[in-house]
């Protein structure tokens, strides 16, 4: 779905749900499962896109919106989140028995790679921003 053919009420209610979402996983910082998400990403990122360009550059939501499509990348498949929380407990506990110490280096390999999305998806959206700011100037 192209976000300019997206409903504005559509939009809303997916980046409300979206936010939601993020506030409620927020706690997971080092990577939250992707069923956590109210829809696909591609809307997540086709509403944002949306409500971007109907928003003010000045508006505190604005920024708000570019934060939170950078941190779809903290999104994970739920069996990456699943590592990623047995790893953590390792760590907390200390215990070498812990069964989240097996998985110490695929954590490091997934936070890598959420670190990675994120500058992604910053870009990503930096592009979009640029393009609107070029077509606009036309």
């Known amino acids: 779905m192209n976000n300019n053919n997206m409903e504005p009420e559509l939009?809303?209610?997916?980046?409300?749900r979206y936010l939601t979402a993020l506030e409620e996983?927020?706690?997971?910082?080092a990577g939250a499962p992707e069923s956590k998400l109210p829809c696909d990403q591609s809307l997540i990122k086709?509403?944002?896109k949306y409500m971007l360009v109907n928003t003010s550059k000045f508006d505190e939501q604005y920024m708000r919106l570019q934060e939170a499509y950078s941190k779809l990348g903290l999104f994970i498949s739920d069996q990456d989140a699943e590592i990623v929380a047995l790893a953590?407990?390792?760590?907390?506990t200390?215990?070498?028995l812990n069964e989240g110490i097996?998985?110490?280096?695929?954590?490091?390999?997934?936070?890598q790679k959420i670190q990675?999305?994120?500058?992604?998806?910053?870009?990503?959206?930096?592009?979009?921003?640029?393009?609107?700011t070029d077509s606009q100037e036309q």
């Open 11 to 16: 939009a809303g209610m997916i980046v409300e």
């Open 25 to 29: 996983t927020s706690h997971l910082i």
């Open 46 to 48: 086709d509403a944002i």
């Open 88 to 92: 953590e407990e390792a760590v907390v």
């Open 94 to 96: 200390m215990d070498p």
């Open 102 to 111: 097996r998985y110490l280096a695929k954590h490091g390999v997934i936070q």
């Open 116 to 132: 990675s999305d994120m500058f992604k998806l910053t870009e990503e959206l930096n592009e979009f921003i640029a393009g609107q």
